[in-house]
């Protein structure tokens, strides 16, 4: 199977059966990438494809091939964090830190969703060109990932904080 990982040409032979996530995980050794559930309901292994998140345990790798698969050990830059990455240790978005990596490509996804006007069950307006974005719609939006440490104040806190710096978009101001 041959794909690009966090920039890197991969090429490697793997069993046909194999999951995305257990291919990052086990063939790859790349095991940032959390199994949870491992049947779709939690977020802990969302990565994302050519950009789009994607939950990688529904996935088989063999389907994946020829595109560009970001996990978080690809988020980072050189010894840089990721703006998030800063923000969830500011704001405090995790205790364990299990559903964290799917957390942080999760938001970076859902960003790119916001930006391209995707909008979601609780967007009031579906003729806009510029889909709001305010902590109801950080909330909706990230709530295919899970935690069960219950740190959703600081994650929603630490994506708010990060893409109103980072997007061009106008974020309405996360919780009081
Ligand atoms: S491990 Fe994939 S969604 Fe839970
Ligand atoms: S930080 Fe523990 S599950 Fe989210």
Redesign the pocket.
């Known amino acids: 199977m041959q794909f690009t990982v966090n920039g890197e040409a991969i090429d490697i032979e793997a069993d046909i059966r194999t999951s995305l996530l257990d291919f990052l995980r086990n063939v790859l050794g790349l095991t940032a990438t959390k199994k949870g559930c491992d049947q779709g309901a939690c977020g802990?292994c969302t990565v994302l494809a050519d950009g789009e998140r994607i939950n990688a345990c529904l996935a088989l790798a063999v389907q994946y091939q020829g595109r560009s698969i970001t996990t978080v050990e690809g988020i980072a830059s050189d010894s840089e964090l990721h703006p998030l990455q800063r923000a969830f240790i500011e704001h405090e978005?995790?205790?364990?830190?299990?559903?964290?990596p799917g957390?942080l490509c999760s938001a970076i996804g859902m960003m790119r969703e916001v930006d391209g006007n995707v909008p979601s069950a609780v967007t009031q307006d579906l003729t806009t060109a510029a889909v709001s974005f305010n902590e109801q719609e950080i909330r909706e939006r990230m709530s295919g990932n899970?935690?069960?440490?219950?740190?959703y104040n600081g994650?929603v806190d630490a994506i708010s904080q990060t893409f109103a710096e980072t997007s061009t978009r106008a974020i309405g101001r996360a919780r009081a």
Request: with cysteine.
């Open positions: 802990a978005g995790f205790q364990c830190g299990y559903c964290t957390q899970l935690c069960r440490c219950g740190a994650i």
